[in-house]
Nanobody
Framework: HVQLVESGGGSVQPGESLRLTCTFS?????MGWFRQPPGKDREGVAV???????RYADSVNGRFTISKDNAKSTLYLQLNRLEPEDTAMYYC????????????????????WGQGTQVTVS
């Protein structure tokens, strides 16, 4: 069983920051962050493989950083210079393989999901 639990969301003003946290039961996977704005489809934000290699969606424009602490079984997403367009439910996800797949970050590639944490920027 793979279990993921997100936390750290909240309501902030434009330009402020948040750090999202995801605890997970197994660290040796491709891990990802996704988000779903109100009324829109879920989109990939960032991924990190078992070696710590990362890839980001163009939409985050260098403002977000994915990281993890294997000793604490925790994945993070640092959200900086938040904009109203970043308002979304943010999800942690795992693809049960050591290395992330190439190409766009696609939710269909991830079989394990957390419950989501809400980020509101207004």
């Amino acid at each position: 069983h793979v279990q993921l639990v997100e936390s750290g969301g909240g309501s902030v003003q434009p330009g402020e920051s948040l750090r999202l946290t995801c605890t997970f039961s197994e660290t040796r996977y491709c891990m990802g962050w996704f988000r779903q704005p109100p009324g829109k489809d879920r989109e990939g934000v960032a991924v990190m493989d078992s070696l710590g290699r990362t890839r980001y969606a163009d939409s985050v424009n260098g403002r977000f950083t994915i990281s993890k602490d294997n000793a604490k079984s925790t994945l993070y997403l640092q959200l900086n210079r938040l904009e109203p367009e970043d308002t979304a439910m943010y999800y942690c996800a795992a693809d049960r393989r050591l290395y992330c797949r190439g190409g766009p970050i696609a939710q269909r590639d991830f079989g394990y999901w957390g419950q989501g944490t809400q980020v509101t920027v207004s």
